[in-house]
T-cell receptor, first 112, second 111 residues
Framework: AQTVTQSQPEMSVQEAETVTLSCTYDTSENNYYLFWYKQPPSRQMILVIRQEAYKQQNATENRFSVNFQKAAKSFSLKISDSQLGDTAMYFCAFMAGNQFYFGTGTSLTVIP | DVKVTQSSRYLVKRTGEKVFLECVQDMDHENMFWYRQDPGLGLRLIYFSYDVKMKEKGDIPEGYSVSREKKERFSLILESASTNQTSMYLC??????????FGPGTRLTVT
């Protein structure tokens, strides 16, 4: 069975600081994809960043980067220079075959 | 830009009613998904479809059915709504590079 675990239900960070959200997953698959999604309050879920499991290099998208540790099955998201607009629920997700599996989410609040 | 739309943002139905939630995507994606989102549980997959008239059960299909008669449209059906189906329902479609695009969601309340 595939599982995704986000152990931090809520986090907060001061504006302009850096924060890291944790995610671990469990799978017996060898080929899979990992994602972080952002859901702002009352707004649509959007993709933040993706990582292919076969790539060793960590993905980066502007202020967002991941630390992908395949052996440890860990996929954390680092947000640098946090902005007020980063306040949202963040979901870690894993895809294998044709199915996606989501974690329970981390609610991030950026404090001005 | 990929656009995924859902027929209603808010819906209130009575127990026992038949409920249709519709989702339309405009990017010719083959794969479409229905999730329900509940606090503390994240997103759970109800059904997905990988082609017209093709469907697969997700993790929580009980009490739901789906229909995909056209590529762009994927409908979720609650045959007889119950109060435990009160939830946020999210539709998504997927690109060939495995990125999902989500609709705005339908908040369904069953009374």
């Amino acid at each position: 069975a595939q599982t995704v675990t986000q152990s931090q239900p809520e986090m907060s960070v001061q504006e302009a600081e850096t924060v890291t959200l944790s995610c671990t997953y469990d799978t017996s698959e060898n080929n899979y994809y990992l994602f972080w999604y952002k859901q702002p309050p009352s707004r649509q879920m959007i993709l933040v960043i993706r990582q292919e499991a076969y790539k060793q290099q960590n993905a980066t998208e502007n202020r967002f980067s991941v630390n992908f540790q395949k052996a440890a099955k860990s996929f954390s998201l680092k947000i640098s220079d946090s902005q007020l607009g980063d306040t949202a629920m963040y979901f870690c997700a894993f895809m294998a075959g044709n199915q996606f599996y989501f974690g329970t989410g981390t609610s991030l609040t950026v404090i001005p | 830009d990929v656009k995924v739309t859902q027929s209603s943002r808010y819906l209130v139905k009575r127990t026992g009613e038949k409920v249709f939630l519709e989702c339309v995507q405009d990017m010719d994606h083959e794969n479409m998904f229905w999730y329900r989102q509940d606090p503390g549980l994240g997103l759970r997959l109800i059904y997905f479809s990988y082609d017209v008239k093709m469907k697969e059960k997700g993790d929580i299909p009980e009490g739901y059915s789906v229909s995909r008669e056209k590529k762009e449209r994927f409908s979720l059906i609650l045959e007889s709504a119950s109060t435990n189906q009160t939830s946020m329902y999210l539709c998504a479609s997927r690109t060939v590079s495995y990125e999902q695009y989500f609709g705005p969601g339908t908040r369904l309340t069953v009374t």
